[in-house]
């Protein structure tokens, strides 16, 4: 995609602006701790909240810009990152007994702070990823950014009628919330559809979510990176676990039996492919690390930023500089609140806090430049995290509760920066595209995070305190419950599968020497460690609609080889598929909120098969094969709108 810079003259950081992207920073982080806790994921704010503020700047105040809605959703992604980082270790600390109920503070500042230190991490680093890095396509950041565009253009289009791109976008949206829909809130549509079977003593399972943003994400990203996803996933889920022994696994059934197979196991293969994926990162862009702390060092010694054109001025390295000073001092006193005030822990804790975040800053812009926001595998980075600190801490002598509190608190601050980093890495692709100031989205992202970071307790302690609990079938909070698994295996009883740590390591190895070899032979299809890593580690369901959408995206391409350069490029693909992402995010928020207030999902789907005289047993089964068959109808409304370009 290529966007004109805007003109200076366009407004932008407004007062309408900055009030709109606090209310949907409050509400999209609120509805995305309810979701994640409850369904152990979160729906990516990017989209849906340019498509809000859009709607709002152009439908009622009539002259908002694309620079007013950029900032409006970089403020309100700050809501839906931080609440991501928040639910997948703090929620372990009530879980394991440590806190009765969620201690403000202590929670706000871990938000805080891990958040504004994964925005400061980040800065210096957008040159490298987000304008020098050819290979990331950052799938979310380029759907943002023509749903931002695309509105403009038609609202300056002399024509009253809407435009052949809106029409697109809002076919897409529209596609994608009915089908979001139909599934999550009427029962008629089953996600994901999945068969599995237990022969002897192994299990087989395959299965596909029935998603429209996966399958957009899938055609965004290209069939190169769409294969890794899935050949990772084929790694775990067709060969991992058909070899593991599953007789003694218990379960309801076999997709049940495969599922803790992954869960408690093959998983971990994952993570440790994404140590080595993580380190091969950092090697790969260390010379693009080294210029872009050159660049730090220059802003902090130079004060003639005036001569930087605005759509590539960043925060002034002494505010940089001067805002990690306080984040990490903030960061330190806390761990020696936590720790009762011992100097000791608190330095190594600080110390390894300091090291992993700034790791793991580059890893996750790094996969969301590669897979999208929505895919990034953070939890397998804060694993890596609390694996890490624990050893050191068990090293160095510190176990018990003590030590239980140190690695959550160092896992905490961690997911944040690493949510909050990748959130801002994907904000500004996004800006660089609509021709906006880096500057000025960095400030909003602050002001996102800082409103966002003081609703986190109220909001978990509400879901904890008016419910049957958390770790209950309300609220089963999966992340938080793995680090409580991993919290009492370090440091109290329990054991974690080393073995499957191993293997992942030397999958990931195995596959640098592959790409070595394509690498000498000069071939165009070159494998990463990362994404294959992330199929690994991600349910099997996630990674086949991701496929699917691939190989879409390469049959548009290959029907298009002929036409002009513009035309080949797909974008009429893409700005459908911008629209799905949009249409199921934004009803997967609006139902977040609906189930909050009391309304109770229904079951459509499974009472008209039985009045239909479908049996009991098979109703599940049928039931997949609709919904399958309605995810192919999905894909060929997809190439049929994306190639039909050629006829107009």
Not at 183 to 208: C, M, N
Not at 211 to 225: F, N, W
Not at 325 to 349: P, S
Not at 514 to 524: F, H, P
């Amino acid at each position: 995609m290529t966007t004109p810079a805007a003109p200076q003259s366009v407004a932008e950081i407004t007062v309408r602006a900055v009030i709109l992207g606090i209310v949907l920073s409050v509400v999209m982080g609120a509805a995305n701790v309810y979701l994640g806790l409850k369904a152990g994921m979160t729906v990516s704010a990017s989209i849906p909240a340019a498509v809000i503020a859009t709607g709002i700047l152009r439908g009622i105040f009539r002259n908002g810009t694309v620079l007013e809605a950029n900032l409006v959703q970089t403020s309100a992604s700050a809501g839906e990152s931080l609440a991501a980082g928040i639910i997948f270790t703090v929620p372990a600390l009530v879980l394991l007994g440590l806190w009765e109920t969620f201690d403000f503070w202590t929670t706000t500042w871990i938000a805080f702070a891990g958040g504004l230190l994964g925005i400061l991490f980040m800065i210096p680093m957008r040159r490298v990823f987000v304008v020098e890095h050819p290979d990331l396509r950052f799938p979310e950041g380029i759907a943002c950014a023509e749903v931002l565009t695309v509105a403009e253009q038609d609202a300056e289009a002399a024509s009253g009628g809407a435009s052949s791109g809106i029409r697109n976008v809002g076919s897409g949206i529209l596609v994608g919330a009915v089908m979001k829909f139909l599934e999550k809130f009427l029962g008629l549509i089953q996600d994901p559809a999945s068969w599995a079977t237990l022969q002897g003593r192994h299990v087989y399972y395959f299965g596909l979510h029935i998603s429209p943003a996966l399958l957009a994400v899938g055609y965004i990203v290209g069939l190169s990176v769409a294969v890794q996803i899935f050949a990772g996933g084929a790694i775990g889920w067709l060969i991992a676990i058909p070899l593991l022994d599953a007789s003694n696994v218990t379960g309801d059934s076999a997709a049940d039996i495969a599922g803790k197979l992954w869960s408690t196991k093959v998983r971990y293969m994952g993570v440790g492919a994404m140590v080595v994926g993580g380190m091969v990162s950092i090697w790969k862009v260390r010379q693009g690390l080294a210029i872009a702390g050159r660049e730090v060092f220059s802003l902090m010694t130079n004060k003639s930023d005036h001569t930087v054109p605005d759509t590539e001025r960043n925060l002034g390295g002494g505010q940089i500089l001067a805002l990690t000073l306080l984040c990490v001092g903030a960061i330190a006193w806390l761990y020696f609140t936590l720790l009762h005030h011992v100097i000791g822990v608190t330095i190594l804790t600080t110390t390894i806090m300091i090291v992993m975040a700034f790791f793991f800053t580059a890893v996750a812009s790094y996969i969301v430049g590669l897979v999208g926001n929505s895919n990034s595998p953070v939890s397998g980075m804060t694993i890596t995290a609390f694996l890490g600190t624990a050893a050191l801490l068990l090293l160095f002598g510190y176990g018990g509760t003590d030590g239980m509190l140190a690695a959550l608190g160092v896992a905490g601050v961690v997911c944040c920066v690493a949510c909050t980093a990748g959130d801002v890495c994907n904000d500004l692709k996004t800006g660089h595209l609509v021709g906006a100031s880096p500057r000025r989205q960095q400030i909003m992202q602050i002001v996102g995070v800082t409103v966002a970071s003081v609703i986190m307790a109220p909001v978990m302690k509400v879901l904890h305190e008016g419910s049957d609990g958390l770790g209950s079938t309300d609220f089963p909070a999966p992340q938080a419950q793995l680090f409580r698994s991993l919290a009492e295996a370090f440091f109290g009883e329990g054991d974690i599968p080393w073995t499957m740590v191993g293997w992942g390591v030397g999958v990931a190895g195995l596959l640098l020497l592959v790409d070595l070899v394509l690498a000498k032979q000069n071939s165009t299809f070159r494998i990463h460690v990362m994404p294959v890593a992330v199929g690994i580690y991600l349910p099997f369901d996630i990674a086949v609609p991701i496929l699917f959408g691939g190989l879409i995206a390469w049959t548009v391409k290959r029907r298009k080889a002929g036409m002009p350069e513009d035309a080949a490029a797909g974008q009429q693909g893409v700005l459908v598929a911008s629209g799905l992402i949009a249409g199921e995010s934004l009803i997967g928020v609006l139902l977040a909120f609906l189930a909050y207030l009391g309304y109770k999902n229904y079951h459509f789907g499974e009472n008209l098969l039985t009045s239909l005289g479908i049996p009991e047993g098979q109703i599940s089964f049928t039931m997949a094969i609709i919904s399958t068959l309605v995810l192919l109808a999905l894909g060929a409304w997809l190439f049929r709108r994306a190639t039909r370009q050629n006829q107009q």
